[in-house]
């Protein structure tokens, strides 16, 4: 049997879904500036370069594909602190992956210097844990809308519905094994590639099945993130 990379390779597939799943929290990497791109290269670059690799492949569908990001509360856009960037990632027309990349190059200058002037996140502790994170989910709940809006104007049957959702904080080891199960975690997402092409909308952000939008999300700040830091 062939691997799917195999399979895609010689043509011997097409794809209906993608599901971007993996992600990482943090690295152990001593070096801010390295720990922060190797975040970044799963939670944003790994996100961003797949669906471009594998967009192609899609097969035309009566019910649409879809792509699923999976991402986080944490990268709302309240969490993004800067004004500038706040007004630059929530813009419509004018947000593309260069205003991505330079958002991502801003925060890794802040790395390189010690200071925190993208995200502002006043407690430096889950700065220094979650601060990486945080950047990478805001890029990629970014970049969902980017392609959205990029593939929006599809004709009937070649339709690619896109979005970004958050599974709860869910039982497993980026957790520390805190929350839900993981079916729990995992609904949303299977919701979102399963809902009957009539129902279906591209470019939102959704947690428990409900478009919550991207700017500010009142779950996310009853979250303990100190409590998820693990011990050293
Ligand atoms: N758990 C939560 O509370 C929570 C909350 C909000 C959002 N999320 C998001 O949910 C998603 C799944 O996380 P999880 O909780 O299941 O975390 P997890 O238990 O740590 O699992 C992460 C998964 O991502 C894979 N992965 C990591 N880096 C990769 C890479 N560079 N290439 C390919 N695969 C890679 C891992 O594969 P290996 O096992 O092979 O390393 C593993 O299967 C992530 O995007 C995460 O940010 C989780």
């Known amino acids: 049997m062939l691997c799917l990379p195999r399979k895609l390779a010689f043509g011997m597939t097409s794809l209906l879904q993608l599901v971007n799943n993996a992600g990482v ?3 152990s990497c001593p070096d801010k500036v390295l720990a922060a791109k190797e975040v970044l290269n799963t939670n944003y670059y790994g996100v961003k370069n797949l669906t471009h690799a594998l967009l192609p ?6 019910a649409g594909s879809r792509v699923v990001n999976v991402s ?23 947000l593309n992956e260069e205003v991505i990349e330079c958002f991502i190059q801003a925060y890794l200058k802040d790395r390189a210097e010690g200071v925190d002037t993208v995200l502002l996140i006043p407690n430096k502790e889950v700065f220094e844990a979650y601060g990486d994170y945080t950047l990478s989910k805001a890029a990629c709940n970014a970049h969902t809308r980017v392609v959205a809006r990029d593939l929006a104007n599809r004709k009937e049957g070649e339709k690619v519905f896109v979005n970004c959702m958050c599974p709860g904080i869910t039982s497993t080891a980026m957790s520390q094994n805190k929350g839900h199960s993981v079916e729990e975690g995992a609904d949303t997402a299977v919701w979102l590639v399963l809902r009957p092409a009539s129902e279906c909308v591209t470019g939102k952000f959704f947690l428990k099945r409900q478009d919550r939008g991207f700017f500010y999300i009142r779950e996310a700040f009853s979250i303990d993130a100190q409590s998820m830091i693990p011990e050293k």
């Open 25 to 27: 929290a943090w690295s």
């Open 57 to 62: 492949l899609f097969r035309p569908s009566a």
């Open 72 to 94: 986080s509360m944490a990268g709302q856009l309240a969490a993004v602190g800067n004004n500038k960037w706040k007004e630059q990632l929530s813009g419509e027309d004018n």
